[in-house]
């Protein structure tokens, strides 16, 4: 059994309602703005997959939240990488290396232990499983941090945003907030709509986030500071 205590006093749990949605994204703007205000913000990520397909110009997960929280050693913010862009309980099962919780979990709280906050990233989303029965929702309630979800503009994005937020009130977490991105300069009729669609029905702030011109530190710092940071890590 674990300690239910949440992993850091103040933090976010950065989730999505799908792989590729931005996630990476929200999460590095997160720690490159609280960053740049002067403050030590903690990055993790319990898993990293397809390491050994890289895309150009666009590094790993954890090799840009290391950069966005200016941490030295991108190797420090997950305790699981693996090869193979699969799921994780997958690659973890092809490697022979099972992901432990309790690794997770532990890891976690040493990473936030000195920080001004902890800002973890999942794993797709959070009924994406890291092992047996064990899912990134179960990793987030061992956690206790608030989430924001990243969601997209387009069409499709109200129902997918709907059940994830609907996944997370079931077992008890809270939705401090929805980021919708990228969002355009120009939004269409139906972006305005789907984000007031869902934060009517899903009774939640949705806040949006432009593209960064770049995934330097400082591109994205421009961009988070955007973001209504102190209320959510109130």
Not at 136 to 141: M, P
Not at 156 to 174: P, Y
Not at 180 to 207: C, D, K
Request: proline fraction near 9%; glycine fraction near 8%.
């Amino acid at each position: 059994m674990f300690d239910p205590a949440p992993a850091h006093s103040r933090g976010l749990f950065v989730t999505a309602t799908d792989t590729e949605v931005g996630k990476t994204f929200v999460a590095g703007a997160i720690l490159a703005a609280l960053t740049a205000r002067g403050e030590n913000a903690a990055p993790f990520k319990p898993v990293v997959t397809g390491i050994d397909e890289p895309v150009p110009d666009h590094p790993a997960d954890h090799e840009l939240l290391a950069a966005a929280a200016g941490a030295a050693d991108p190797e420090r913010v997950t305790p699981y990488r693996f090869g193979p862009a699969v799921s994780p309980h997958l690659a973890a099962e092809e490697h022979g290396t099972p992901i432990d919780p309790g690794v997770l979990v532990v890891a976690a709280r040493n990473a936030g232990a000195q920080a001004d906050a902890l800002i973890v990233e999942g794993v797709g989303g959070l009924l994406v499983p890291l092992r047996d029965t064990y899912l990134v929702r179960d990793f987030a309630v061992m956690l206790g941090l608030p989430l924001v979800i990243a969601a997209r503009p387009g069409l499709g994005t109200i129902n997918h945003t709907l059940l994830t937020i609907e996944a997370a009130r079931s077992v008890g977490l809270q939705v401090c907030a929805v980021v919708m991105t990228p969002w355009p300069e120009h939004p269409t009729a139906m972006q305005r709509s789907n984000l007031e669609t869902i934060e009517h029905l899903g009774e939640v702030e949705v806040a949006t986030l432009g593209r960064a011109e770049h995934t330097t530190p400082a591109a994205l710092a421009r961009v988070g500071q955007a973001l209504p940071l102190d209320r959510w890590l109130a």
